[in-house]
């Protein structure tokens, strides 16, 4: 089943639920097992009943609860088979777009990081564009020229806008 028509199924149950058609149980249970590869769960609720193959996630974002964590799911009409998870207390990996991309970055880590590339970076350009470096016989340094010729026009990086707000974590 392709995301769209998963989808186009999400919004018909919904608009069926809206108008009073359908109706949605939500329960709290606890993660036994987890099948990240085909990202179903099995849980049990307080009176040991067990749900099998819970849907990890509805479209583009599925979470991988820990074990033994509580979970909130839901499920449609009753049917079992229906039924995805809303939320977990702990989550192992939540993953967007089939994780396709890797890991979000940890900002403040990166921008450290980059920055202390630049202060380097910066240092050796300004040993570069400084006042010519003369050899023994009173000549410029060829290598300081040729590297003046090969940074000259190129700015150093600004990652003042690098990170995202939009997606925390």
């Known amino acids: 089943m392709t ?13 069926q639920h809206l108008n009073g058609n359908m109706k949605a149980s939500l329960r709290w249970v606890t993660a036994t097992a987890v099948n990240w ?6 849980a049990t609720d307080s009176d040991e009943l067990e749900y099998f ?15 033994n964590t509580d979970c909130l799911i839901a499920i449609i ?28 970055t940890i ?9 202390k590339n630049n202060a380097i970076l910066k240092a050796m350009l300004d040993v570069i564009t400084g006042p010519e470096l003369t ?23 600004d990652f003042a806008e690098i990170e995202n707000t939009k997606i925390m974590h």
């Open 3 to 15: 995301l769209k028509s998963e989808l186009d199924q999400f919004g018909q149950l919904f608009k």
């Open 37 to 42: 590869d085909e990202q179903t769960m099995t």
């Open 53 to 67: 193959d819970v849907l990890l996630g509805v479209g583009t974002m599925a979470v991988k609860p820990v074990l």
């Open 77 to 104: 009409e009753g049917d079992e088979a229906t039924a995805f998870l809303l939320h977990a207390d702990e989550a192992e990996l939540i993953q967007f777009n089939g994780g396709s991309n890797g890991g979000l």
């Open 107 to 115: 900002t403040p880590t990166l921008k450290d990081n980059l920055e």
């Open 135 to 157: 050899q023994a016989a009173n000549t410029p340094s060829v290598l300081q020229v040729a590297l003046k010729t090969a940074v000259t026009g190129k700015e150093m990086g």
